[in-house]
């Protein structure tokens, strides 16, 4: 019984810390996430779509970077709630199968593209990258010859789980941590530049071809 105590307590005091970390030392504005127990979200709808993976009272939904109020969330409303990150404002995403993400990730970089944080989700990898308006990334896409419905983007009014454990689950870690940038905050590329190779790697997924 002490001893579980004890893991309940060090698993607390780390998602306040990966809480803090997101809010303060990389400016996203954060959330408390519903819980994921077998599959089946804690929001109590039998249908949800992101069980573990949006924020778990309706009226939080205001996201934030303050110290206070994350301390407050984490340390006396929801404890053991995952940390959501809310997209759109100073971070945003794109997420692809994980096999296509992964063999995304390899070839961007041996092309030598600078890639920001990458998150590794159930079933999914996630780019996370500058944020874009809906207008500019479905500029973005039109020049595209064919995009996969596999494809999701996180921009405004989106939410990310973040390590440790995150929503959905659980199962959530970086495949590349956040890096500082020159001016505080996290370094984030554009979507433009990783847009094109992120369809095609899912592409060749989806048609049963090798990828590279």
């Known amino acids: 019984m002490r001893e579980n105590s004890r893991s309940r307590s060090a698993a607390r005091s780390t998602r306040l810390a990966a809480a803090l970390a997101a809010a303060v030392d990389h400016r996203w504005p954060?959330?408390?996430g519903t819980l994921s127990f077998?599959?089946?979200c804690s929001c109590g709808d039998e249908e949800c779509s992101v069980p573990g993976a949006h924020p778990h009272?309706?009226?939080l939904l205001a996201a934030t970077t303050d110290a206070r109020m994350v301390r407050w969330w984490w340390e006396r409303q929801s404890p053991?709630?995952?940390v959501l990150a809310a997209t759109g404002r100073t971070v945003s995403a794109v997420s692809l199968p994980a096999a296509a993400g992964a063999r995304a990730l390899a070839y961007l970089a041996a092309l030598r593209l600078p890639l920001g944080p990458v998150l590794s989700m159930p079933g999914r990898y996630a780019m996370l990258v500058a944020p874009y308006s809906l207008d500019t990334l479905g500029e973005m896409l039109?020049?595209?010859p064919w995009v996969p419905g596999s494809l999701r983007y996180h921009g405004s009014g989106g939410f990310l789980p973040l390590p440790p454990g995150g929503g959905a689950g659980g199962g959530v870690r970086w495949v590349l941590p956040p890096r500082p940038a020159a001016d505080g905050g996290v370094w984030l590329p554009e979507?433009?530049?990783l847009?094109?190779?992120l369809v095609?790697?899912?592409v060749q997924l989806d048609s049963g071809r090798s990828a590279y």
């Open 200 to 202: 095609e790697a899912t």
């Open 191 to 193: 979507v433009g530049p």
């Open 30 to 32: 954060v959330v408390p």
């Open 57 to 59: 009272d309706p009226p």
């Open 38 to 40: 077998d599959g089946h």
């Open 142 to 144: 039109a020049q595209l």
């Open 195 to 197: 847009l094109g190779e």
């Open 80 to 82: 053991d709630a995952p």
